[in-house]
């Protein structure tokens, strides 16, 4: 059984930092790509930074230079770390992994492509 596990949520002020981790058992995939999404109260989900599974990263404006995704392929668990964080970060944030993967323009990732959840972690960015 695949499972995904967010952790290092919390609340911190404007301009701080955390680092989120997602350590995931029960992979039997050849490839496959991480996302992290956040979900704020009364909005969509929306993904925030994707990593496939030649490496190559992919963050939308909103939290490029600010956010980074990496890995720990020794014990499969990712992380994303969240510098100069606003308060409009403020969220529950996912990770999630997709079997299919998308060889072009990484934008192009949506929350339906991604097949496994984590049960999320809350961001809280006070001002």
């Known amino acids: 059984e695949v499972q995904l596990v967010e952790s290092g949520g919390g609340l911190v002020q404007t301009g701080g930092s955390l680092r989120l981790s997602c350590a995931a058992s029960?992979?039997?995939?050849?490839?496959?790509?991480i996302g992290w999404f956040r979900q704020a109260p009364g909005k969509e989900r929306e993904g925030v930074s994707f990593?496939?599974?030649?490496?190559?990263?992919y963050y939308p404006d909103a939290v490029k230079g600010r956010f980074t995704i990496s890995s720990s392929n020794a014990n499969n668990t990712w992380y994303l770390q969240l510098n100069s964080l606003k308060p409009e970060d403020t969220a529950v944030y996912y990770c999630?992994?997709?079997?299919?993967?998308?060889?072009?323009?990484?934008?192009?990732?949506?929350?339906?492509?991604?097949?496994?959840w984590g049960q999320g972690t809350q961001v809280t960015v006070s001002s």
């Open positions: 029960g992979f039997t995939f050849n490839e496959f790509a």
């Open positions: 990593i496939n599974g030649d490496g190559r990263t």
């Open positions: 999630a992994a997709a079997v299919v993967l998308i060889y072009g323009f990484l934008g192009d990732y949506t929350s339906d492509d991604f097949d496994y």
